[in-house]
């Protein structure tokens, strides 16, 4: 079954320090998205990626936050100046259908 | 704006009983539906899905769903519960964009 690969799995970082994380998304895929779940919480839609550009993006995405996809093939969230509240599973998404989940970043901001 | 309400917080049942999640969704047009489980510290698996057609939807590892337009509602069942299926249960709407997830429901299952 084709996956999405997120790395790293787990990434501790000092608060004020910028942070990128990882997705390799199924080759195919056109959607690509990112979705947020402080623990404990619900899953939160932070942006959704295509054709080279932001299509969506809710109101936790603010200037912190980028996207891109440098090479073709990876798809990053970058998070500038991490906060303590920024801690939280970090979910990529892929989809043309229906979508397929990454495993998860695990973020700590200390 | 597309919503989801899972009422339940956490439902606890007997292993071997049956299961309904309950999940409500409000959508503008016809809704595409989905059910995903997390284990503790895992990602999302999708467990099934709605596009259209058939309103009741078989998936993986002995769940089905039931769409019901009337009721926008999608709930979540399994005639019997084993102790794996021990988890966080997710539903989900999109009309093609994001996602939208409810708040979740954690299943405890006792022997």
């Known amino acids: 079954e084709p996956e999405v690969t997120q790395t790293p799995s787990h990434q501790v970082t000092q608060m004020g320090q910028e942070v990128i994380l990882r997705c390799v998304p199924i080759?195919?895929?056109?959607?690509f998205y990112w979705y947020r779940q402080i623990l404990g919480q619900k899953v939160e839609f932070l942006v959704s990626?295509?054709?080279?550009?932001?299509?969506?993006k809710s109101e936790i995405f603010d200037d912190q936050f980028s996207v891109e996809r440098p090479d073709g093939s990876n798809f990053t969230l970058k998070i500038r100046s991490t906060k303590l509240e920024d801690s939280a599973m970090y979910f990529c998404?892929?989809?043309?259908?229906?979508?397929?989940f990454g495993q998860g970043t695990r973020l700590t901001v200390v | 704006a597309q919503s989801v309400t899972q009422p339940d917080i956490h439902i606890t049942v007997s292993e071997g009983a049956s299961l309904e999640l309950r999940c409500n969704y409000s959508y503008g047009a016809t809704p595409y539906l989905f059910w995903y489980v997390q284990s503790p510290g895992q990602g999302l698996q999708l467990l099934l899905k709605?596009?259209?057609?058939?309103?009741l939807v078989q998936g993986i590892k002995g769940f089905e769903a039931e769409f019901k337009r009337s009721q926008s509602s999608f709930n979540l069942r399994k005639p019997s519960v084993h102790w794996s299926d021990a988890a966080e249960y997710f539903c989900a709407v999109t009309g093609f964009q994001k996602l939208v997830f409810g708040t979740g429901t954690r299943l405890l299952v006792s022997p």
């Open positions: 990626f295509y054709n080279n550009e932001i299509s969506e």
């Open positions: 080759s195919n895929h056109l959607y």
């Open positions: 709605y596009f259209s057609g058939d309103t």
């Open positions: 998404a892929t989809r043309n259908t229906e979508a397929f």
